[in-house]
């Protein structure tokens, strides 16, 4: 049952980041500083290569963030929001921020970034604990 919550909570939170990037893809691209062509649209094809990376990188986290709240005996739901939101809040997102920083990347592209690290552990927390 376990892996099932894991895999529910990856499903849920990938479903936000894309619906999340759709709304965002303008700014996103623009923060970013993606080339695009003389219609707005990016340069060159990623294919499905990065669907692909980000599906397993939800499933890897949801699976810590499972384990990381077996040990801390998060039950609730909303235990799992408080748990979900502090580690996009507190863990990814200053990490990408500093990556960010020494990339020289825009400050939008983290504040872009870190509601979706937020959102998704947020996500993600809630449906862990909600079976």
């Known amino acids: 049952m376990e892996f099932l919550n894991v895999i529910v909570a990856a499903l849920a939170a990938f479903a936000f980041g894309a619906v999340w990037y759709m709304?965002?893809?303008?700014?996103?691209i623009a923060a970013a500083e993606?080339?695009?062509?003389?219609?707005?649209?990016?340069?060159?094809?990623?294919?499905?290569?990065?669907?692909?990376v980000g599906l397993v990188a939800m499933v890897i986290v949801a699976g810590m963030m499972r384990h990381v709240f077996a040990m801390s005996g998060l039950a609730s739901v909303g235990q799992g929001l408080m748990?979900?939101?502090g580690i996009g809040a507190f863990l990814i997102t200053p990490w990408v921020a500093m990556n960010y920083a020494f990339?020289?990347?825009?400050?939008?592209?983290?504040?872009?970034?870190?509601?979706?690290?937020?959102v998704g552990c947020t996500i993600m927390g809630a449906m862990l604990n909600a079976f």
């Open 103 to 118: 990339g020289m990347r825009k400050p939008a592209l983290t504040l872009i970034d870190g509601v979706n690290s937020i």
């Open 34 to 52: 993606i080339p695009v062509d003389a219609k707005g649209k990016p340069q060159g094809n990623g294919g499905a290569m990065p669907f692909v």
């Open 23 to 28: 709304s965002m893809s303008k700014a996103w």
């Open 83 to 85: 748990g979900g939101s």
